[in-house]
Nanobody, 116 residues
C-alpha cells in the first residue's frame, strides 16, 4: 500500500486562497498521473483536477480559472492552488493517482471550509 497524506486545508472567507499539498510514501508521481478529489458531507467524491505524466491538466468546470494543479516529481508531491474560493468549494480534499491504482488507497484528506 502507498500512503497518501494531504495537508494545507483550513477555514477561509469567500474570495480567499489556500494551497493544498499531497505527499506519498512511495515514489509514484514520476510514472503516474495524479488527481485531486473532493467530497462534501452527504455527497459523492468528485474529481476536481488532474495532471498527467506529461503535464497536461484538466479541471472540473466549476473550478476552471480558479484552481491550479501542479506536481514536483523529485519531491513526490502534488499541489492544488485554490484561489477565489467559494462556499461551494467546502469539502474534504483528497489526492490519488489517476487513473486509479489498486494498491493506492485514500488518505485522510484535508478539510477546506469556505464561509463568511
Amino acid at each position: 500500500q502507498v500512503h497518501l497524506v494531504e495537508s494545507g486545508g483550513g477555514v477561509v472567507q469567500p474570495g480567499g486562497s489556500l494551497r493544498l499539498s499531497c505527499a506519498a510514501s512511495g515514489n509514484i508521481f514520476v510514472s503516474n498521473g495524479m488527481a485531486w478529489y473532493r467530497q462534501a458531507p452527504g455527497k459523492q467524491r468528485d474529481l476536481v483536477a488532474v495532471i498527467t505524466t506529461g503535464g497536461i491538466t484538466n479541471y472540473v468546470d466549476s473550478v476552471k480559472g480558479r484552481f491550479t494543479i501542479s506536481r514536483d516529481n523529485a519531491k513526490n508531491t502534488v499541489s492544488l492552488q485554490m484561489n477565489s474560493l467559494k462556499p461551494e468549494d467546502t469539502a474534504v480534499y483528497y489526492c490519488n493517482p489517476f487513473p486509479a491504482i489498486r494498491r493506492v488507497g485514500w488518505g485522510q484528506g484535508t478539510q477546506v471550509t469556505v464561509s463568511s
